[in-house]
């Protein structure tokens, strides 16, 4: 079974490439990259005007099966993955039952291979229950196949398991995913802390709340010599305190999220409960450092923090409604639009945050063309214009605040394995 993929603008950040060419697949793996490579007995795929790319890699997802499939489930998760371009993609551990134990793990990865259209990997929680007491077996979670450990969805509040866990993935090389946010400070909190939320009247979250925890944990990590990765960082001091941890030699790296770089708490006026969001939407003097801190390496990738919820639960009033926002469908295209377009930083530079980057940070065989690697691959028109139409999305959730936003950029065709799981 062989591909040929003829005539796109090939981007590779993991070798540096960037060149008309064309690429062979054969077997499921990339064969072959190169000038006018010969089509003998290969499909062709004429991909000219289009930018073919390594997968994205998206690891911060929830994909709520099992346990809150009204939500969404791993075959709706996995197809809005395909149609942004998502090839690998990690689902976090906030189900039901939490993925605490090597059987929730193997159940996950059973329920997986029954639906996933794309390839899904499973974190394991850092606490039973993630209720922050007692910790879970981590080399028993890692041989299962567990890809990551976090608590995420929940502030890990208890210290001593956060430095319990950065010792325990040591051997692994993997980072301890954080979320930071401090669990008391941000109890009860809508929106981000500030005017606004004094003059709305919403209690808030504010971003001292955020920035705590994630100096603790670049503390503890600096303790024990551990890993930790911190998630969708939101604030221009949260920037500020890991371009000093870097700075310092810690083992930290950062994402953040497309609706960091592109939205502010202003959206809660316009919005209501679909721009809730933990943590939440920031001031304009946030977003400009964000855009900083990814331009200067200090955020070393993008992710979704895909977080479906149903249309009952978002029409709730704001401080009943849950936090969280899809972004499956959406994150490609809003990083081209804003990162690309808009501020002139090259291709490479959006597919390195969104692809190879968060591959290489969990070790994962992917975010790369080399020949041998995994043939998984986005294909998209940089100068496509589309608008958002939360209608026409895969996912159950259509909890996006970029209904009716006008893009440009927009993904063709996704492959995984050397086959074609979405096209259009
Ligand atoms: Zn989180």
Known sequence: MKMLIRGSRVIDPSCGRDAFCDILIEDGVIAAVGERLPDADAEVLDAAGL???PG????????REPGFEAKETIATATTAAARGGVTSMLAMANVSPVTDTPEAVADFYARAAKTAKVRVYTAAAVSRGQRGEEPTDVDALLAAGAAALSDDGVPLMNAALMRRALIAMKPSGLPVLSHSEDGDLVRGGVMNE???????????????AEELLLVRDAMLARDVDGYVHICHVSTKGSV????QAKAAGIRITAETCPQY????????????ALAKVNPPLRTQADVDAILDGLRDGTLDCIVTDHAPHT?????RALPEAPSGMVGLETSLALSL???????????????????????????????TLRPGA?????????????TVDPADFASKGRNTPFGGWELTGRVRTTIVDGEIVYTR
């Open 194 to 208: 500030g005017a606004l939320s004094r003059r709305l009247g919403y209690p808030g979250r504010p971003a001292v």
């Open 311 to 315: 249309a009952e639960e978002k029409s």
């Open 261 to 272: 770089f592109t939205l502010t708490e202003a959206e809660i006026e316009r919005q209501g």
């Open 51 to 53: 930018v073919s790319a």
């Open 337 to 367: 639009t804003v990162l690309h377009h808009r501020l002139g930083l090259p291709l490479s530079f959006v597919i390195d945050k969104m692809s190879t980057a968060p591959a290489k940070l969990l070790q994962l065989d992917a975010g």
């Open 240 to 243: 500020a305190y890991i371009r």
């Open 374 to 386: 995994p043939a998984d691959l986005v294909l998209f028109d940089p100068q496509e214009r589309w």
């Open 56 to 63: 994205l890699v998206d690891i911060h997802t929830h994909v």
